[in-house]
Nanobody
Framework: QVQLVESGGGFVQAGGSLRLSCAAS????????MGWYRQAPGKQRELVAT???????NYADPGKGRFTISRDNAQNTVYLQMSSLKPEDTAIYYC?????????WGQGTQVTVSS
């Protein structure tokens, strides 16, 4: 089993920054992908960014140029640095880990951006 625990969400004004963290524990394989998805009220869950254990990153268009994903393989932790936040970034942000074809999800952390 894999457990994912997110932290770092909160309330911020537009233009501000937040840093999300997600620590994975349990049966973590050497090769995996970790990342972040988000779900706004009334919308489907969508990709924010992912990063492989080798460091390859992938960003969805909304966060390009504003969000930076990184990870610490030794700590099985993934980070999402979010800058220039907009009200439309308001959502529950879910940590993701994928390995051997199996997805794992955290419980989510709320990010609210006020205008």
């Amino acid at each position: 089993q894999v457990q994912l625990v997110e932290s770092g969400g909160g309330f911020v004004q537009a233009g501000g920054s937040l840093r999300l963290s997600c620590a994975a524990s349990g049966s973590i394989l050497r090769f995996n992908a970790m990342g972040w998805y988000r779900q706004a009220p009334g919308k489907q869950r969508e990709l924010v960014a992912t990063i492989t254990s080798g460091g390859t990153t992938n960003y969805a268009d909304p966060g390009k140029g504003r969000f930076t994903i990184s990870r610490d393989n030794a700590q099985n932790t993934v980070y999402l640095q979010m800058s220039s936040l907009k009200p439309e970034d308001t959502a529950i942000y879910y940590c993701y880990l994928g390995q051997m074809g199996s997805p794992y999800w955290g419980q989510g952390t709320q990010v609210t951006v006020s205008s």
